[in-house]
């Protein structure tokens, strides 16, 4: 299995079209469609449906996309870091961050190192726990930004100077409105729209064993659908603050949440990880700001 290969058949289930692709790609739709065929030959299973105007994906087409992203990823990863081994000066770095406030502290780590080293460049993966600790441990990222509910004892980590605060996002003329805060117990009963990784992580610990009259009516991945949302009148978003936008004008507002833990968050990187030089200088800088 090639990786030039496993290219040409990324292109084409992003296209749907194996013409548009091969056009993309500047090679022949006839040498696109034989060497999709021997790669189908090889695996010995198909991998498009095929029509006139379009291909979809089937199951194992499905599967193999997912592990050829991880595969051209890696691919891509490791010859930037061989590249970056000849220059100190430029390189690339790959981190993964949930939405926080605290990414704003990592940011700024980077900017400083950028003053010194302008070639440098930092490509972010956002994404839920899980993923980013999956793209960690498979070598597709140098760092990764997580709460504290991830086993820290997995990885090399640092904590960061400063805690997210949990709140509730709701319309500016709700009802609920005039209260300056909330508690768990006033949560039961409202509906409720959440990340399904903090109903999974967080609410156990809040609500206890009581979860019975906790009425989630929708659930997000991104903090901006959330409070979209709630503007909608769909329901009470939970998430940390300063994620999303609750000025005079923007229609919604953030009411902090007692008596819940704030959301530590944390670099962390795998053991025995060898960095690129440029990644290296990212660390140094981290070390000497969290620590």
Do not use: H
Request: net charge negative.
């Amino acid at each position: 299995m090639e990786i030039r290969v496993l290219r040409y058949f990324l292109e084409t289930a992003r296209e749907g079209n194996m013409t548009r692709a091969a056009q993309r790609l500047f090679i022949s739709q006839p040498t696109m469609s034989k060497q999709l065929k021997e790669l189908e030959k090889e695996l010995g299973t198909k991998l498009f449906v095929r029509t006139n105007y379009s291909i979809r994906l089937t199951e194992a087409g499905m599967l193999l996309r997912e592990r050829a992203e991880d595969i051209v990823s890696l691919v891509d990863k490791t010859e930037a870091e061989f590249k970056a081994l000849e220059e100190i000066n430029s390189g690339e770095i790959y981190v993964g961050a949930p939405e926080s406030e605290s990414m704003r502290l990592f940011a700024e780590v980077v900017c400083r190192l950028q003053q010194t080293y302008p070639k440098i460049r930092c490509n972010i993966y956002s994404g839920n726990v899980q993923d980013v600790c999956e793209k960690l441990d498979k070598g597709l990222l140098d760092f990764a930004i997580v709460m504290n509910y991830v086993d820290l004892m997995k990885y090399n980590y640092l904590p960061m100077s400063t805690k997210d605060k949990w709140g509730v996002v709701m319309r500016q003329d709700d009802p609920l409105a005039e209260r300056k805060s909330f508690s768990v117990s006033d949560l039961k009963g409202l509906p409720l729209i959440c990340s399904k990784q903090w109903v999974d992580q967080e609410f156990p610990q809040w609500f206890q064993s009581d979860l019975g009259d906790v009425n989630i009516v929708a659930t997000y991945n991104l903090p901006f659908n959330g409070a979209v949302m709630a503007k909608a009148g769909m329901g009470y978003a939970l998430m940390l603050d300063n994620l999303v936008n609750t000025s005079a004008g923007s229609g919604i507002l953030f009411r902090p949440l007692l008596n819940v833990p704030d959301a530590e968050m944390y670099v962390i990187w795998r053991k025995y990880q060898v960095f690129t030089p440029i990644a290296e200088l990212l660390l140094n800088e981290l070390q000497a700001s969290f620590r």
